[in-house]
């Protein structure tokens, strides 16, 4: 149990990545909070996680939605140790070919929602904890199309690089940031147990 009284918070931890690592987390004694914008997928995850976690609707994007997840969370187990902005989604936006609509929108949820989630957070942030940001290979594989989704992962993994070991939240409290690309995620939460004491073992 080696997460045992611990708190975490996971965005887009209904389904993908953000329940798997749920999971992980509430098998090694964690308390854990799951956002996401589907009820009904949030309420079948709450079930599978039992008593130590709760679903909160909430759109990542809604920033104000997300202060009040955030609020709820403390209020029901305390002050966050681990927050795990994973809630993302893909967009394919070639140049040449995509609307504005589209292209904002992937950067409203992938960029703009990680920040504020991370911003709503801090004040509520234990000494030590952790923020991991989930990105992906593809900022660096450059793959045609997906231009918005290069830009954002290239954004989280520059950001998380400059604050990775320590950062401070401007009031002398300082915390642990790492960035995460969705292929190292998914290898980290696989279900061999070397794999997951590696996992672990970075909190």
Known sequence: MRLANKTALITGGNSGIGLVTA???VDEGAKV???GRNQATLE??????????????????????????????????G?????FANAGIPGN????????????SVIRT???????????????LNDGASIILNGSVISVLGNPGRDSGQCRRARWHHHANLE??????GGGRRFGKTHLANRSARSLWQTGRGRKDRAVSRF
């Open 23 to 25: 999971k992980l987390f």
């Open 33 to 35: 909070v799951i956002t």
């Open 44 to 77: 079948a995850a709450a079930k599978e996680l039992g008593p130590n976690a709760l679903a909160i609707v909430a759109d990542a994007t809604d920033i104000t939605a997300t202060k009040k997840a955030i609020e709820q969370a403390v209020k029901k187990f």
């Open 79 to 83: 002050k966050l140790d681990i927050v």
């Open 93 to 104: 936006t070639p140049i040449g070919g995509t609307t504005l609509e589209a292209f904002e």
């Open 110 to 124: 992938n960029i703009t929602a990680v920040f504020f989630t991370v911003q709503a957070a801090a004040p509520h």
């Open 164 to 169: 990775s070991h320590s950062a401070d939240t």
